[in-house]
Nanobody
Framework: QVRLVESGGGLVQAGGSLRLSCAPS????????MGWYRQPPGKERELVAT???????KYADSVKGRFTISRDNTRNTVYLQMDSLKPEDTAVYYC????????????????WGQGTQVTVSS
């Protein structure tokens, strides 16, 4: 079973930047839509941004103009560049893939990473 592995979280001051990365743990031929979600303390998980294989993107209103999602299809890796961070961006950030074709030529659906903590201090 392929899993997703995030990296790049940490502690940053308000106004700063962080870049998150997410890659599959094993061999994957392709991944359809990839995305980032976050779960602030005491709140439910919410969509941050998604990107299709063709590069079409969608963002939550709260991050538009500050966050940029991108992907490298050759590595099936997705990135989230976060600029002008605010304390309300503090959350555990999760990577998601809606469908992945693994090395056994089997589809896996709704893959999630273990999450990476992003903390923005004021």
């Amino acid at each position: 079973q392929v899993r997703l592995v995030e990296s790049g979280g940490g502690l940053v001051q308000a106004g700063g930047s962080l870049r998150l990365s997410c890659a599959p743990s094993g061999s994957v031929f392709s991944i359809n839509v990839m995305g980032w979600y976050r779960q602030p303390p005491g709140k439910e998980r919410e969509l941050v941004a998604t990107i299709t294989t063709g590069g079409s993107t969608k963002y939550a209103d709260s991050v538009k103009g500050r966050f940029t999602i991108s992907r490298d299809n050759t590595r099936n890796t997705v990135y989230l560049q976060m600029d002008s961070l605010k304390p309300e961006d503090t959350a555990v950030y999760y990577c998601n893939a809606d469908r992945a074709l693994n090395s056994l030529r089997h589809y896996q659906y709704d893959l999630w990473g273990q999450g990476t903590q992003v903390t923005v201090s004021s």
